[in-house]
């Protein structure tokens, strides 16, 4: 996936692209030779970072597979990749071809060697400058670059959460495998490699069984105490052994009835890989960098993952499969973790970024990997146009024009606004056919039981929080405990601060109201917390309204530290999936000023401390959004953001997708000059970025955004528009 989105990322900037995969498909650990789901910062929406999917060319990815294959299936998704590769005329893809040799001029790659075994061909490919996001750091290895394998002591960081070497310094491989049902009873005879007596040699065998994918089943995972590189084909045969004798298990040991009309359609010819080597770059992201969300000058992308670690004897092990720690947010990437300290045209991508073996275990995932790599991609078109190095853009102005590129592009750098002096809608007034003023969510959901504290998040002004009131079905008469939060961070989500709180008492009955006002001022503008904490005699109303911007939360469990490890305790207030997660059906006492158009050129495409969106009146039947300019200016391009719901996790692989268009989205728009004449007019989209260049530019005081259709049943909403002369 980094490989990918750097490709694409390059070519569209006007470079000349040679992919090379010694694969024959793309994707890596997602293609359906592996069958890895991506996934970054959202964690399955199991953590606290809210609207956190990685933005860019990732997210078109995603989206695209989304509206063919919301099923998740693998093979879909490979020809996703593929022909958005082979979209790009600047890409000259070369599959099934292995780089086995690197020239150098003094400190830089003059060229690299490869072999495409499919056609018996060698390639010499030279190239001003190189990008190496192969996992294992093929051609940064050859080529001399400074690099790490295994985990650094405490001590060189400072980081407590090193392993010890009894947990191991490297994480392993893993094979996966598919199951079906066949409708009759089918038999396997074991091959003669496969594990004997699964009980006796696997410790948490006792998990195995027929209802969970075996595509899931991570933790047959092997090899960290090996060469992670050159034992590969060992580790390989050692997993295989493994996943049959699994499956020998599940059909012929007695003990899963329900597995006779199993058959084992596939299994993983090569396994995935976590770990190998990490190359240096200028800086080594460390573990603290994570846990306390540290800024950088020269931040180009985020991550959110976990720090995720296993134990190196892997499914042989006695110990828990993982051991992951979360941050309170999302974190930021620098620059200089993506390009060599000492070979000067080598940009480094994907997994073997310059981290330490701790944070590593974060940034490993897919999706981080994928967004850092756009920033190498960006980078190198910046330098190519100029005969600059890597090292060139690492602060200054060219820093600012590589974040400016990125974020032009779709990527979120967190608390990174997009300063644009080239953008015409900044200079113009923004104005709209209606906003929306929420007030009040209609009670017309489910109710949802205090089993666990619930909670309804809320962007507010500075100043006084307006009171809310929710409704309630009590069972019997109860006290309830009703808290407002905020968070210690600006731009974080997970509410740490209790502002105030209450007790109110509740009568038995249905539709009773309870009344959250707790006259409490915020000195900030962000998201407060209206939490309704736990209490079985209770359930509250929910609302089918969905709203850009507005979540509704759970109380799923507290990280808890064993000991000094270097992370925080916190608590975890998740979101739920659609169809389920509906917002608590409440009403305010003023309404929320948090949609104004002018949110549309404030410089963020997704909601951080605001919704820093548009959304028109529900009530509104022909929305728009009008910009206009003392003086005419002529337009040759526009830019609009829409809403795919960056809290979503669109997950690529194995887990499928309520719909193949997120309702948010707005499907329908059309433009309009000030005398009315229409523009363009873009139908049946479901992508999160619009892009629309116009055969000439257009001289114009005025344009008329006309939101046509949503795609599903929520108010029409946007998070930008930019427009430029051309």
């Not at 853009?393 to 990125?406: N, T």
């Not at 407060?528 to 005699?537: G, H, I, M, P």
């Amino acid at each position: 996936m980094a490989g990918v989105c750097c490709a694409i990322t390059a070519a569209r900037a006007g470079l000349k692209v040679a992919l090379v995969q010694d694969r024959p498909v793309l994707g890596g650990n997602a293609s359906s030779e592996i069958r890895l789901w991506v996934l970054g910062a959202t964690a399955h929406m199991t953590n606290n970072n809210r609207w956190s999917r990685e933005g860019g060319v990732l997210d078109e990815l995603l989206i695209e597979n989304l509206a063919r294959n919301p099923e998740g299936n693998a093979i879909i998704f490979d020809t996703v990749l593929l022909e958005k590769v082979l979209a790009e005329p600047g890409i000259t893809l070369l599959l099934n071809t292995a780089a086995f040799e690197v020239k150098k001029t003094g400190d830089a790659i003059a060229s690299v060697r490869a072999f495409c075994s499919q056609n018996s061909t060698i390639y010499d490919i030279s190239a001003p400058l190189f990008c190496d996001a192969s996992g294992d750091g093929i051609v940064a290895f050859l080529s001399g670059a400074a690099f790490r394998m295994g985990a650094e002591p405490e001590a060189e960081f400072g980081e407590k959460f090193a392993p010890s070497q009894d947990y191991g310094e490297l994480l392993g491989h893993s094979i996966y495998f598919y199951s079906k049902d066949a409708g009759r009873p089918v038999r396997f005879t074991p091959p003669s490699y496969a594990l004997d007596d699964v009980p006796a040699n696997i410790p948490r065998y006792q998990r195995f069984n027929t209802s969970t994918e075996g595509c899931n089943l991570w933790w047959i995972e092997w090899g960290g105490r090996g060469d992670t590189v050159h034992d590969t084909e060992a580790i390989k045969w050692e997993l295989w052994k493994v996943v049959y004798g699994v499956w020998n298990y599940i059909k012929n040991s007695g003990k899963f009835p329900d597995a006779a009309n199993l058959t084992l359609e596939w299994v993983g010819l090569i396994p995935g890989k976590r770990e190998s080597r990490r190359f240096e770059g200028p800086y080594m992201l460390r573990q603290q960098d994570i846990v306390e969300q540290r800024v950088f000058d020269d931040a180009v992308a985020h991550g959110g993952w976990s720090i995720d670690l296993h134990p190196a004897d892997g499914i042989y092990s006695e110990r828990p499969g993982c051991n992951q720690w979360h941050s309170r947010g999302v974190y930021q990437i620098p620059y200089r973790c993506l390009f060599s300290r000492n070979v000067g045209n080598l940009f480094l991508a994907g997994r073997i970024i310059s981290t330490s073996h701790v944070a590593f275990g974060s940034t490993r995932v897919m999706a981080t990997c994928a967004c850092a790599a756009q920033a190498a991609g960006a980078a190198a078109a910046i330098c190519s146009g100029r005969n600059l190095l890597p090292a060139d853009l690492a602060e200054g102005p060219r820093l600012k024009e590589l974040q400016r590129s990125l974020i032009r592009a779709g990527q979120h750098i967190p608390g990174v606004r997009l300063d644009d002096p080239d953008d015409l809608a900044r200079k113009a007034k923004i104005t709209a056919s209606s906003s929306l003023a929420l007030k009040e969510t209609k009670p017309d959901g489910p109710l949802l039981p205090l089993d666990r504290s619930r909670a309804q998040m809320l962007p507010v002004q500075k100043g006084r929080v307006p009171a809310a009131t929710f409704l309630a079905s009590v069972s019997e008469d109860t006290s309830l405990r009703i808290e407002l939060r905020s968070t210690l961070r600006a731009g974080n989500f997970s509410p740490d601060v209790v502002l105030a709180s209450k007790v109110v008492e509740l009568k038995a009955g249905e539709d009773v109201p309870v009344l959250a006002d707790f006259g409490a001022e915020v000195d900030r503008a962000g998201y407060v917390y209206f939490c309704l904490l736990k209490n079985e005699r209770v359930q509250v109303r929910t609302s089918e309204t969905r709203v850009t911007g507005l979540l509704s939360l759970t109380l799923s469990r507290t990280q808890t530290p064993d000991g000094d490890i270097g992370v925080e305790a916190f608590e975890f207030w998740c979101a739920t999936r659609r169809p389920a997660g509906e917002n608590l059906a409440f009403t305010l006492s003023r309404p929320l000023d948090a949609f104004r158009p002018e949110n549309l050129a404030n410089g963020f495409a997704r909601p951080t401390t605001a919704t820093n969106a548009w959304a028109a009146d529900p009530g509104d039947n022909a929305p728009s959004v009008t910009l206009s300019w003392d003086s005419a200016r002529a337009i040759g391009r526009i830019e609009i953001t829409c809403d795919t719901d960056w809290d979503h996790p669109m997950e690529s692989v194995q887990h499928g997708h309520p719909e193949s268009v997120i309702p948010f989205c707005l499907k329908r728009l059309r433009v309009r000059d000030g005398a009315g004449k229409t523009l363009a007019e873009v139908t049946d989209n479901h992508q999160t970025r619009i892009s629309i260049r116009l055969d000439a530019p257009v001289s114009t005081k005025s344009l008329v955004f006309d939101a046509l259709e949503p795609a599903g049943s929520v108010p029409p909403a946007l998070f930008e528009i930019r427009c430029y002369p051309g």
